[in-house]
């Protein structure tokens, strides 16, 4: 246990030092490799009290099998002085690299301009490489560069430093690409209800840019070899997840095998919250457990033990450093490493020990670690498992024979149905019960909320867990060696379970007392409610008894069969009903896209053809909200519509082919040779997708009686008096008929063109109009609705500066049934050509005046 003392010590001292730091007592003046030197004369006291041992005499022996309980040892002068040591040195390392360390001319942060006056702040030039794995989220991608020089006022110097800064999702960039960056350095900043720059600093980084404008070099990738070599295997590991799952199961599945969460969607991500499930998102403990036993046993078995040691610490540091590397990640591997070291070894390993040197080892690399809400949250996960499960599992072993059944639960099926019921309560509930213990005092102090639900849905969602991380997992590596044919089964049965995860969680959301508020809940209760949960602890002397489940007994081939073949059966049955529920039904189901402020729409015809009109601007929005709407086993549309060249219209689409096959694409024949189109086009021919365009009276047959009418923008020559450049009056309008439904489908065209299309006599009639230009005041003209007369308008609108929908567009449509995305999220329309049924995703009341 001296370990574990030392280490508590040390982290005191960094604390210690974080505080002297805020008061002024310690600052820049301390060499940065001070406290090195305490921390290598750590063994000075033991090796003085070894030499010259006290005078005492030889303590006596307490057997624990004669029922004796040894007394616990006292702290001897070596102890205590190595303890002084330890607090010394976490003082020093944090004075080595606080959050706000003191910047030289050789440091990149020098030269930041306040966040006050960013606006006015000098442009400056740097190079650099990548130096993260770029992640897009909400239309931007997030990059770090360790900047190698700086350019400022005509003068370069070399400095070292990483900066922080967010771009559009195109192109995207990889690890090591080397660049030159414009723009202004500025610190990061500080917002009310959350320290930004702390953030960054312990991350490392000081600096971030604004209004960034990137250019890629020529030359070789720059940065680590072993970290070029991961990023492109988790390059290739989220593209197999994305192309063979549907979302939002991509985006969770990419969250917890592969540590990538920019994908998952605020909304759901905020119902885990929520929910207090969060904890199965990211990569945790339970994750490096089964690598490291998956590692142990196979380089076990093919080395011998012993020389299968180092290639499965190899294999745990490589997983955790492709997984990302974050500080939860890095303790949960060094704790697995312990224990691989322990078992090869065949040493008792002490799992608070472990505990204890794994936070050591990563405060001695980054103090700031210590800081780290994920760090905090994970290491008190796991001590709530060491000191709270086993005492849990044994109370739960001694009420079990009288709560089961009234004690009747006995013989066959029922004892074995008994046997799954308690290991369900077990993993699902103790368990959680156990982490939240430590866990949820720091959330309710970081985050002001206290999840109710939290025991229920853990234990509705625990339990499928393993298969995700297990198959998935296998799925993913079958996948990365180019075996599709086997890795799509495997993860369409980890995706069941991932839709049932997702089920329990939004349900459990819903609940009205899912969750609590907590107000004024502060470090003095934090640190009270942690005195109380320990003296508790201790007090009780709870004994820590490993988990014990029955075994199941009869023949072996019956033991086979209740283990495979009836999950199994299981599983395909439902991947069948999956499939069957979702074949073409006969109706033509039209998808209004909840994809922010943008157009986006879904045209499912009643045998099953799929054709997307426009995208918004955001590809992951866009790939969730298909994922809600299309098969989770359909990778593919036929036919890709932009109606032109604005990024909240098109720039979703760029992202498709990464994920579907595509068999046509279309544009307006206008503007087809439009610059902002390039890139739009290269993406959909790199898909190998046929890119053609059409103009007014051109109609496409999309079968099953389904046909698309273009009714604008005419030939180039007939185009009325607008400016050439307009894309919005050159935007395609489309009337989708079925039967006797018709629905017009206007993008972003504004008055001029209703005004030409009005002129041209063209068939305006329909029952649903979905509103130009996201309701704008330059569109939706009082005569354009007149001659529409539709029964349903639908508004693409999401949160914008613009005030759109105008008022005026408003009181147009006013007396018909209104329907807009950022109020009632996803619509669908269901219709079998003579009537029609329309559903929402939210059941919110309608804005004032519709």
């Known amino acids: 246990m001296t370990i574990l003392y030392i280490s508590l010590a040390y982290l005191i001292g960094i604390s210690a030092g974080r505080l002297l730091w805020d008061v002024g007592l310690i600052n820049c003046g301390f060499p940065v490799w001070l406290w090195l030197l305490l921390l290598l004369a750590l063994p000075t006291p033991f090796a003085w009290e070894r030499r010259w041992p006290p005078p005492t005499p030889a303590p006596l022996r307490w057997p624990r099998s004669a029922g004796f309980t040894p007394p616990a040892p006292e702290f001897g002068t070596a102890l205590w002085a190595a303890l002084l040591l330890a607090v010394c040195a976490g003082l020093l390392r944090f004075a080595g690299q606080p959050l706000t360390p003191c910047f030289t001319p050789d440091d990149l942060a020098y030269y930041n301009t306040p966040d006050s006056i960013a606006d006015d702040g000098p442009q400056v030039s740097l190079t650099g490489f990548v130096n993260n794995y770029p992640t897009a989220k909400n239309s931007r991608q997030q990059i770090y560069v360790q900047v190698e020089s700086i350019r400022r006022d005509g003068v370069e110097r070399s400095v070292t430093g990483q900066v922080r800064m967010t771009v559009g999702t195109q192109p995207r960039y990889v690890y090591g690409q080397p660049l030159q960056i414009s723009g202004v350095l500025t610190e990061p900043p500080v917002f009310d209800s959350f320290d930004y720059r702390a953030y960054l600093a312990r991350k490392g980084i000081h600096s971030q840019m604004q209004r960034p404008r990137l250019e890629v070099l020529d030359g070789p990738r720059q ?11 988790r390059a290739r590991g989220e593209s197999v997840v994305n192309r063979l799952l549907p979302e939002p199961y991509a985006a969770l599945s990419n969250g917890m095998l592969l540590g990538i969460e920019a994908g998952i969607p605020d909304d759901l991500y905020e119902q885990f919250n929520l929910t207090g499930t969060s904890h199965v998102i990211v990569i945790s403990g339970s994750n490096v457990a089964i690598v490291s036993g998956v590692l142990m046993a196979f380089f076990a078995r093919l080395l011998g033990r012993r020389r299968g040691l180092w290639p499965t610490l190899a294999g745990i540091g490589l997983y955790a450093l492709l997984v990302g590397g974050d500080p939860a990640v890095m303790r949960a591997a060094l704790m697995g490493s312990l224990f691989v070291v322990a078992t090869v070894l065949k040493r008792q390993s002490t799992a608070l020990l472990s505990l204890g040197a794994a936070c050591w080892a990563m405060t001695l690399l980054n103090p700031l670690t210590l800081w780290d809400v994920g760090f905090e949250l994970s290491s008190s996960a796991t001590a709530g498992l060491i000191l709270f499960s086993p005492g849990l599992t044994s109370a739960l072993g001694a009420l079990w024979p009288r709560v089961a059944w009234g004690g009747h639960l006995t013989g066959g099926l029922m004892e074995r149905g008994g046997s799954v019921l308690r290991g369900l309560l077990q ?3 103790l368990v959680t019960l156990a982490a939240n213990l430590t866990t949820l005092p720091l959330v309710v102090y970081y985050f002001g909320r206290l999840s109710l639900v939290s025991l229920l849905t853990n234990l509705l969602i625990v339990p499928v ?10 799925g993913l590596l079958v996948g990365m060696a180019g075996i599709t044919l086997l890795a799509q089964p495997l993860l369409w049965i980890a995706y069941l379970c991932l839709v049932w995860t997702v089920a329990m969680v939004r349900w459990s959301a819903t609940l009205p007392w899912a969750s609590l508020e907590v107000m004024g809940y502060g470090a003095g209760g934090l640190a009270a409610t942690y005195g109380l949960l320990f003296a508790w602890h201790w007090r009780k002397e709870l004994a820590m008894v490993a988990a014990w ?7 072996l081939i019956w033991r086979w069969a209740g283990t495979i073949g009836l999950p199994g059966l299981v599983v395909g049955a439902l991947l069948l009903w999956q499939v069957l529920l979702s074949r073409p039904d006969g109706y033509l189901h039209l998808y209004f896209l909840d994809i922010g402020q943008g157009d986006g729409i879904l045209v499912q015809t009643p045998s099953g053809r799929q054709m997307l009109i426009d995208g918004g601007s955001d590809p992951q929005r866009l ?4 994922g809600g709407a299309m098969p989770f086993w359909d990778r593919s549309l036929d036919l890709v519509v932009a109606t032109h060249p604005d990024w909240d219209h098109m720039g979703g689409q760029i992202g498709l082919p990464e994920r579907f096959a595509i068999g046509e694409a279309l544009i307006s024949e206008n503007l087809r040779g439009h610059e902002d189109f390039a890139e739009w086009q290269e993406a959909m021919q790199d898909a190998g997708a046929g890119v053609a365009g059409q103009e007014q009276d051109g109609w496409i047959d999309l079968g099953d009686g389904v046909a698309l009418w273009v009714l604008w923008p005419p030939p180039e020559e007939a185009m009325p008096a607008v400016e050439d450049d307009d894309k919005n009056e050159r935007s395609l309008v489309l009337r989708l008929v079925y039967g006797e439904l018709s ?8 008055l001029p063109a209703e005004q030409a299309m009005l002129k041209s006599g063209q068939p305006l009639v329909a029952h649903i109009l979905k ?3 996201h309701g704008s005041r330059n569109s939706t003209g009082p005569d354009f609705v007149q001659a529409a007369q539709p029964e349903v308008a639908i508004i693409q609108v999401g949160e914008n500066r613009y005030g759109h929908p105008a008022p005026s567009v408003l009181e147009t449509l006013a007396g018909r049934l209104v329907l807009r995305n950022d109020v009632h999220g996803r619509i669908h ?5 003579a009537r029609m049924w329309i559903e929402t995703e939210r059941r919110n009341p309608l804005p004032d005046g519709n």
């Open 743 to 750: 629905v017009l489908l206007t993008g972003d065209a504004g």
């Open 829 to 833: 329309v269901r219709s079998d050509g």
């Open 427 to 429: 993993d699902g509930l």
């Open 465 to 474: 867990q393993p298969y995700i991380m297990l198959l998935g997992g296998l």
């Open 549 to 555: 489940r029955p075994r199941i007994s009869g023949p």
């Open 223 to 233: 940065g680590s070899p072993i970290f070029r070599f991961l990023y492109a295997l």
């Open 623 to 626: 790939f969730a909200q298909l």
């Open 771 to 773: 509103v130009g230009h």
